[in-house]
């Protein structure tokens, strides 16, 4: 979201030592779009509060945690890449989407202090689709990319009734790992894609990082793409992708990472505020 210099000043006039403090955590962080607006949206929920960028290393991740634990001014902390399943360990709770992938990328505190943890990638991309006309039920699914943001979607996927889901993704390990855990509950064939057509699917889903910079190739062949295949995309800068932009070439409708980070900010929103 674009911070305009209304939303700037009005910040900047109602900052105080009682504003509530939430961070958000990645390596790089200059990217993301959270800041300002999860912070509008926290205050036109009423909350003073405001959303600090951190840029925090792999090997610096436990030091922060350390550090911002014992603020008691700082009531929540989102995550992003590539911390995602890292964080997780720092949660004392999870939630149980977060506890069968491992990963998180929001926590907000525990009555005794502690981390909460929860994930809102995978309802913000079904919620997404559900906007554009999508509703996964039934459906074949392809997924690319099986990190923190891509886990979270399989699970939603599976969630959501998929008929089938395929993984995709350059880690074979992971790949595999999480074909495992989403297999496991029984809610829908999940398989491991043996190629790099698009064919076949139903609802086709980037979760990888292609995209995000200039001269990176589609992550997967749009040519056999069936113009009714709804397709995503969880990059945001660009704001239309080469792959979002092949994919309305064949005529396919289509979910920007723009469109997914609305409704994913939605979710962060309500699980940091809930009581």
């Not at 092949?246 to 979910?255: D, F, I, L, Y």
């Amino acid at each position: 979201m674009a911070q305009d210099t209304s939303f700037s000043a009005s910040l900047d006039a109602g900052l105080s030592g009682a504003t509530r403090v939430y961070f958000i955590v990645g390596d790089p962080i200059a990217q993301v779009r959270s800041p300002s607006g999860v912070t509008a949206a926290m205050r036109a929920a009423g909350r003073d509060a405001i959303v600090v960028p951190a840029h925090v290393a792999p090997s610096d991740l436990g030091a922060f945690f350390a550090g911002v634990t014992p603020m008691q001014n700082v009531d929540g902390i989102i995550i992003t890449v590539p911390h995602k399943f890292s964080a997780a360990q720092y949660c004392r709770t999870l939630t149980g989407e977060s506890d069968i992938l491992g990963a998180t990328n929001m926590l907000r505190r525990n009555a005794d202090g502690s981390w909460h943890g929860g994930m809102s990638d995978g309802v913000g991309m079904v919620a997404a689709l559900a906007d554009a006309g999508c509703e996964p039920a039934g459906k074949r699914a392809l997924l690319i990319g099986a990190g923190g943001a891509g886990s979270a979607i399989g699970h939603a996927l599976v969630e959501a009734g998929v008929a089938s889901l395929a993984i995709r993704d350059f880690d074979a390990a992971r790949t595999g790992a999480l074909a495992s855990r989403l297999a496991s509950l029984g809610r829908g064939a999940v398989s491991i894609a043996d190629d790099d057509a698009a064919h076949g699917y139903d609802i086709v889903v980037n979760a990888s990082p292609a995209g995000m910079r200039p001269g990176d190739p589609v992550p997967i062949d749009v040519s056999s793409l069936a113009p009714a295949t709804f397709v995503g995309d969880v990059v945001t800068k660009p704001p239309i992708t080469p792959f979002i932009e092949a994919a309305r070439g064949r005529g396919c409708p289509t979910v920007t990472g723009t469109q997914m980070f609305g409704r994913v900010c939605d979710a962060i929103v309500d699980f940091l505020l809930k009581d």
